[in-house]
């Protein structure tokens, strides 16, 4: 019963065309104490290498009081996981997806040196670190920032991008679906092919005026216009979507009309259009196939 019960709601959900959530609560676990030691690594490292309390608003309130060594672990573990999101997520132009891709692995290798060299330094007593690693240590704000800063605006400009295309995109899409609704409107009322007599001008003897005819001239049977046949083609990739959707349909995972669309790069509409289609009558899905 239970088999039988998760079945039916795989199928509703792929009727629907949803998923079923996945929740995040096992990332939190797994990034809690993940968290404690990438803090305290960076923080500790930080103390070494000169971060320690300032006064941010002296003169305005000099009971404020913050420790710059909080920013290594916001800064670069902060941009190394937006980086990771913006590569898997696909979002932005494939300029901004290569560089969010490589600075997040970049970003992830440095943590890695952060802890080890914290570690290292704890492990022998270290209370100040050597001047190599203060000097990159130093440079990891400014880089991050930089980074981050490019990293957005690439992103941005990619979505930009892409929503001055949705316009024509949408007026092209629109156009083929009209284009294509008529074609296959004149197809349905026609099935057949269409006769078209070609015209042939009829023979007749002509006599000469300074002739006169020996004897009664036989008359030539009257030619039947030829006819000609026009056949109407059909778009092949309606054919092939149609053919897509009766076959998922068949398995019990019928796609929504975006999902179709996707799958042949229409749009939404065209695909809806398929599906409105299949599921119009028998004459044509026997025409489809």
């Known amino acids: 019963m239970d088999g039988m019960a998760t079945h039916k709601r795989k199928l509703r959900h792929a009727a629907t065309g949803t998923e079923s959530r996945n929740y995040p609560w096992p990332?939190?676990?797994?990034?809690?104490p993940a968290a404690v030691a990438v803090w305290s690594g960076w923080v500790g490292l930080g103390s070494m290498c000169g971060f320690g309390v300032i006064h941010p608003l002296p003169g305005i309130l000099d009971s404020a009081r913050i420790n710059t060594a909080i920013t290594l672990p916001v800064g670069v573990e902060s941009y190394g996981a937006y980086a990771l999101y913006v590569w898997l997520a696909g979002n932005g132009s494939a300029a901004a997806r290569t560089f969010a891709k490589r600075s997040a692995i970049g970003a992830l290798v440095l943590g890695c040196l952060g802890q080890v060299a914290f570690h290292l330094l704890a492990a022998a007593h270290w209370t100040v670190a050597p001047w190599p690693v203060v000097m990159l240590v130093a440079c990891?704000?400014?880089?991050?920032l930089s980074f981050a800063a490019a990293l957005v605006h690439l992103t941005r400009a990619g979505i930009s991008a892409?929503?001055?295309a949705m316009p024509e995109a949408a007026e092209k899409a629109t156009a083929e679906a009209a284009?294509?609704?008529?074609g296959e409107a004149i197809t349905e009322a026609m099935p057949g092919a269409v006769l078209v007599p070609s015209e042939e001008p009829s023979e007749e003897p002509q006599m000469r005026p300074s002739e006169e005819p020996a004897s009664?001239?036989?008359e030539k049977p009257a030619r039947e216009p030829r006819p000609r046949v026009v056949r109407l083609a059909?778009?092949?990739e309606a054919k092939r979507a149609r053919?897509?959707?009766r076959k998922s349909v068949n398995q019990g995972q019928p796609l929504s009309d975006r999902a179709l669309g996707a799958r042949f790069g229409k749009s939404r509409t065209w695909g809806a259009n398929r599906i409105a289609e299949v599921e119009s009558g028998p004459a044509l899905t026997a025409q489809a196939q």
Not at 27 to 32: D, E, K, P, Q, W
Not at 179 to 182: L, S
């Open 27 to 32: 990332l939190l676990l797994i990034a809690a």
């Open 140 to 144: 990891l704000p400014v880089v991050t």
């Open 162 to 164: 892409t929503e001055e």
């Open 179 to 182: 284009a294509e609704a008529t």
């Open 216 to 218: 009664v001239p036989r």
């Open 234 to 236: 059909e778009d092949p």
């Open 243 to 245: 053919a897509e959707y």
